[in-house]
């Protein structure tokens, strides 16, 4: 089992930044890949940032490449997603998720939802205009 809490998220205005936090607990931090995902109201949930087991491979969403910056910190079993040049549309819950242990390769990152077991419970970002 692994535990995730984020944190960090609020109010901002467009074109602030926000950093927001997720601390697992339970595996080994360093097998695990982990992923940003953020649902807005009446939307699905969908990818964000993607970072893998060991943090040399990134993906980001179109929407916010160029913006956000995915990070981990093996060391404090932390993932970080930093939102630069925040949009309304950015507005959301975002959550934290990470995969099965030692899935897939150690450079691989994952953009899919179901590949993923183990959820936050969300941090709301507004963003707005």
């Known amino acids: 089992q692994v535990q995730l809490v984020e944190s960090g998220g609020g109010l901002v205005q467009a074109g602030g930044s926000l950093r927001l936090s997720c601390v697992a607990s339970g595996r080994t931090f360093s097998s695990i890949a982990m992923g940003w995902f953020r649902q807005a109201p009446g939307k699905e949930r969908d990818i964000v940032a993607a970072?893998?087991?060991?943090?040399?491979?990134?993906y980001y969403s179109d929407s916010v490449k160029g913006r956000f910056t995915i990070s981990r910190d093996n060391a404090q079993n932390t993932v970080y997603l930093q939102m630069n040049s925040l949009k309304p549309e950015a507005t959301a819950v975002y959550y934290c998720a990470a995969t099965p242990p030692t899935l897939g390769a150690a450079w691989a990152t994952f953009q899919r939802a179901y590949e993923y077991d183990y959820w936050g419970q969300g941090t709301q970002v507004t963003v707005s205009s």
């Open positions: 970072v893998s087991r060991i943090g040399g491979s990134t």
